[in-house]
């Protein structure tokens, strides 16, 4: 039944998010600072965001997980609809990823990640469920594919593809024939290595051409269709082995320097010369590249911190996966911390040079507020799943 027991609550997950939160309004005030007055509001809209998924998340805690079972075939196709309904309106730089509505702006890829895993987790925790047929992997695998074409059509990939990893744990955990799952990994593995060759050796636009000094008649490879010039761009930079201070190159590079100018101790708070000089972009430095400004000004020792307080996050729900009452509760819970993981392991990874330059926020740190509020949510639903915990 609904309601919160204070002694079962994990307080401990509480506490951290707080603190992540906290940071993350410190530090995305740092990010919009040039001088005293003239700061903008990023950080104030950050804070309501933030209480408004906090007012949410105890709400959720409230609510009896179990309930979700019968409510996620309805949560699942609204989400849906919603991702369908964002190619009506205009596109904002170039992408159809969000709904316009009075004083706020709805992502709703944000929302379709946790909805596709409840709706994952209702269908394969059902008691009379067969999961060795090749049935039960196909429908499962057609929830996964519907919201991650319809993100990938708006373009937004990285969001798309990080649901991948979080659905494969939950398909793992209820023990999907192995054969399937790894016949599915290997083919997305073929897939991404002849992508990004095929984006390496690709013949460049006419304007590319002629600024690299590169004879169009050298290239053999048509461009690659579908993806956007700037995603290709992105892979492009990632596996050139120069340095490129170009539009795609640019913010890779800045991110790297801030990182690694940090040093041990930082700069100080508001003292991040990429910041506010703006090397390290304002348009970015509080969303996708957050790290960035709380690895320069906190140096190695606030970057590790930030790492403790998300391992430490990360293990409070994988502790509650493994405490859940029955197995709806544990694939959601499994589900929801492989999704906090790729997203932090993304984020973190594209600003020290790892992994491509892609649009992953990091969570409870970066400025926006669907994906804050989504993610308060979700850590709400492991709130309630733990405090129905089995006690061992």
């Not at 319809?150 to 990939?157: G, M, T």
């Not at 399937?180 to 984006?199: D, E, R």
């Amino acid at each position: 039944m609904n309601g919160i027991a204070p002694k079962r609550i994990d307080w401990v997950m509480i506490s951290t998010l707080i603190l992540l939160l906290i940071i993350s309004t410190l530090f995305i005030y740092s990010a919009q600072f040039q001088a005293i007055g003239s700061v903008g509001s990023t950080w104030q809209r950050q804070l309501t965001f933030s209480l408004v998924g906090l007012v949410l998340y105890w709400v959720a805690a409230w609510f009896d997980y179990r309930k979700l079972i019968r409510l996620a075939p309805w949560i699942y196709p609204s989400t849906l609809l919603l991702l369908l309904l964002v190619f009506l309106f205009p596109a904002v730089n170039g992408a159809h990823r969000w709904i316009a509505l009075p004083g706020f702006t709805l992502q709703p890829s944000e929302l379709a990640k946790p909805a596709t895993l409840l709706m994952l987790a209702a269908y394969l925790a059902a008691p009379d469920r067969d999961h060795t047929t090749h049935r039960t992997f196909l429908i499962s695998a057609a929830i996964l594919l519907c919201p991650l074409l319809l993100i990938a059509l708006e373009p937004d990939l990285s969001s798309a593809l990080v649901m991948v990893p979080a659905a494969l744990a939950i398909f793992l955990y209820a023990d999907i024939k192995r054969k399937w799952i790894l016949s599915a990994i290997g083919t997305l593995l073929l897939a991404a290595t002849l992508l990004c060759g095929w984006i390496k050796y690709e013949a460049p636009l006419p304007s590319t051409a002629d600024a690299q000094n590169v004879p169009t008649s050298q290239w053999k490879l048509p461009p690659v269709p579908l993806l956007e010039p700037y995603q290709k761009e992105r892979i492009r930079v990632f596996l050139s082995d120069e340095v490129d201070t170009a539009d795609a190159g640019w913010n890779k590079l800045q991110a790297q320097v801030a990182v690694g100018s940090g040093g041990f101790r930082g700069k100080g708070y508001l003292q991040g010369s990429q910041n506010i000089l703006g090397f390290l972009p304002r348009t970015v430095a509080p969303t996708d590249f957050i790290f960035c400004v709380i690895a320069e000004e906190m140096g190695f020792i606030g970057s590790l911190s930030i790492l403790l307080l998300y391992t430490l996050l990360l293990g409070r729900c994988l502790r509650t996966a493994w405490r859940a009452p029955d197995e709806f509760g544990r694939m959601v819970a499994l589900g929801i911390s492989t999704l906090l993981f790729c997203h932090i392991f993304i984020n973190i990874a594209m600003t020290i040079g790892l992994l491509p330059i892609t649009g992953l926020p990091l969570p409870l740190m970066s400025y926006g507020g669907s994906f804050m509020i989504s993610t308060l949510v979700a850590l709400g639903i492991i709130q309630s799943i733990y405090q129905r915990r089995r006690i061992r």
